[in-house]
C-alpha cells in the first residue's frame, strides 16, 4: 500500500477505522470457517474460526485503530482475549440459534451455516467495539477498572 492510500486511511475515524480493521478480521474469521467445517462439526468450526479472526483482529485493531494506546502490550492481549471470549461466546450462541431458525424456515444446511455464521458476526462488532475501545486499548490502567464494572 502507498502512503498516500496509508495517509488516507489512517485519517479516516477510529470508528471506521474499526470497522474497516474488523471487517477484514471477520471476513478471515467467516471464510476460514469454511474449510474447518470439512473437517469439524459446526460449532467447533465457528469456535476455531474464531481464535484465528481474533489474532487477525488484534494485529489489525492495535496497528491501525488503536496505535495510540499506552497500555502495555501484555495487558492489551490478556483484556483483548477477554472482551473476544465473551464476545465469541455470544456469536457461537447466535450462530447456532440463526442457524436453527434458517433451517426450520427451509434454508438448506451449508447456506443456512453461511448466512447463520455471518449475521452472528455481526451482531458482536458493536460489543467488540465497546469492549475494545473502553478496555483493551483505554486509557493507561482502564482495563482492569472496566472490568470491576462490568
Do not use: K
Amino acid at each position: 500500500m502507498n502512503r498516500t492510500a496509508w495517509g488516507l486511511l489512517r485519517g479516516l475515524p477510529q470508528p471506521v477505522r474499526f470497522l474497516l480493521a474488523g471487517g477484514g478480521a471477520a471476513a478471515v474469521n467467516w471464510l476460514v470457517r469454511f474449510p474447518l467445517s470439512a473437517v469439524m462439526p459446526f460449532l467447533a468450526a465457528v469456535l476455531v474460526a474464531a481464535v484465528i479472526g481474533m489474532l487477525v483482529g488484534f494485529v489489525l485493531y492495535r496497528g491501525f485503530v488503536f496505535p495510540a494506546s499506552a497500555r502495555p502490550v501484555l495487558l492489551q492481549a490478556r483484556d483483548f482475549f477477554l472482551v473476544n471470549l465473551l464476545t465469541s461466546g455470544l456469536v457461537a450462541l447466535l450462530a447456532l440459534l440463526f442457524v436453527a431458525l434458517a433451517v426450520r424456515f427451509g434454508m438448506g444446511t451449508v447456506l443456512a451455516e453461511a448466512v447463520a455464521h455471518a449475521g452472528a458476526i455481526a451482531a458482536g462488532a458493536l460489543l467488540n467495539y465497546l469492549g475494545h475501545s473502553l478496555v483493551t486499548f483505554g486509557p493507561r490502567g482502564a482495563g482492569m477498572r472496566a472490568w470491576h464494572r462490568v
